[in-house]
Structures are given as structure tokens and as C-alpha cells.
């Protein structure tokens, strides 16, 4: 218990023993803020992946704000995507999609068979690349340089190093609690980060101080 509260992302379910919902504190604090910055970036039409999904509450609170884009929530966690299920059940929005089962670190993504239309014109993904080996990092920015068009945004958010310091000594406490927990997971380098993204044709847009030590990362594809 004591570690659970440790964790910034320790989502629980919701008390009712039918209801699959599960819920996350950080993210019904940080949805506002992230809304703010998607509002400035996000295209007007199109589809926006959402990876890594987690309970579903940024999809049901985000989907709606942006009506003429299309919402397709993913995750790898069974457990998750029938929170973001339930989620929708009791938030429905008619630009929202079903969830689709996706590990970042795939060589080839799912949704390529997929001929969505609209197209797919933005990913975002919140509080993953650090809670998981730097493969799915690095899957998630192949797979947005092949996936978005010229234009497409890929927006990320969490807590980074940059230029090999921590922004505060929280983010160390932090980086060292994530690498306890697995060795391959931790804060990454903004600088790396930015070097992977070019080598898949995605150039940094902006970077924006959020609270709690956390960065927003766009990249728009070129
Ligand atoms: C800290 S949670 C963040 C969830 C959500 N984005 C949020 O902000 O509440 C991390 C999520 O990353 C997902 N995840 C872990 N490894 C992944 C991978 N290789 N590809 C995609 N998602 C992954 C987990 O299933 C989990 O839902």
C-alpha cells in the first residue's frame, strides 16, 4: 500500500464490483492542463491515436473537445482497455472509437491495416515512454514517422531529463523509484528523445513547463 502511494500513477477501480472503470488521480489533475496545449496543436480534422490509453479518463474528457476530430484510444493492458470501455459507457462521445489492443515497441502497429478514415493526423501519448523500456519509446516514434502525414503531430507528456539534469530533485526521486521497479524504465534524456525523433522525420515544435515537473513534447512530422 504504502508503495502504491508512492507511485504518481497508482490508478485503483472504482468501488461498484460490476463496474470495470478505473481511476487515476494524476490523470484527472494533469487533463486539464494537457487539454490547454492540445488545443494549440492539435490539427482540426483527422483522426488522434491515443497510446497508451490507461483507465480511459483523458479519452472521455478529451474526445468531446475537439468534435470534428476522430478519437482512437489504444492500450496493451486487457484490464485497461475495458476500463476505457466502461469509461465510455458513462461518458459516451460520438467522435470517441473502441479501444484497440497496442504495444508501442511493435515493428509494424495494427492500425496500419486499419484504412481509418479520416487518417490518423495526430498521436498522443501521456506517461508511457519512461513507464516502459525505451523500445516502446523508440517504437512510438517510428511508428509516428511512418503513420502521420507531413504536418501530423505527435504530442508527449511526463517528466524528462534535460541535458542530462533533473529538472527538480522530485523527478530524481522519481527516476529512481521507476528504475526500483524495473531497470529498464526511467526518465529519458529530451535530447535522445529529440535524436530519435528526427531520425524518423519528426522535428521538436515546442516544449512546454507543466506542472508538477512534467514537460509537454510536441513534433510535427516534416
Ligand atoms: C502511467 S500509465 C499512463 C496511462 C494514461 N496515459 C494516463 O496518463 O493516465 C502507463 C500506461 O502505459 C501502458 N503501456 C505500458 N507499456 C506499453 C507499451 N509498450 N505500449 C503502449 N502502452 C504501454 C500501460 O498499459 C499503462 O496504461
Known sequence: MGD???????????????????????????????LTVLKKHFPAHGTVLEIAAGTGQHAVMFAPEFPNLTWLPSDPAADKRKSIGAWMKIKPSENLLPPVALDAAATKWPVENMKLEPPVRAIICVNMIHVAPWRAGQGLLAAAGRILPKGGI????GAYKVDGEYTAPSNKDFDETLRKTDPEWG????????????K??????????????NLSVVFQKI
Do not use: W
Open 4 to 34: 502504491k502511494n508512492k507511485n504518481p500513477y497508482h490508478c485503483f477501480p472504482l468501488e461498484k464490483e460490476d463496474d470495470d472503470r478505473q481511476f487515476s488521480p494524476s490523470s484527472q489533475r494533469n487533463g486539464p492542463h494537457i
Open 200 to 213: 524518423n522525420r519528426l522535428f521538436l515544435k515546442d516544449v512546454v513547463d507543466m506542472p508538477a515537473n
Open 154 to 157: 505527435l504530442y508527449l507528456y
Open 187 to 198: 526518465l529519458r534524456e529530451l535530447r535522445e528523445v529529440e535524436r530519435e525523433a528526427e
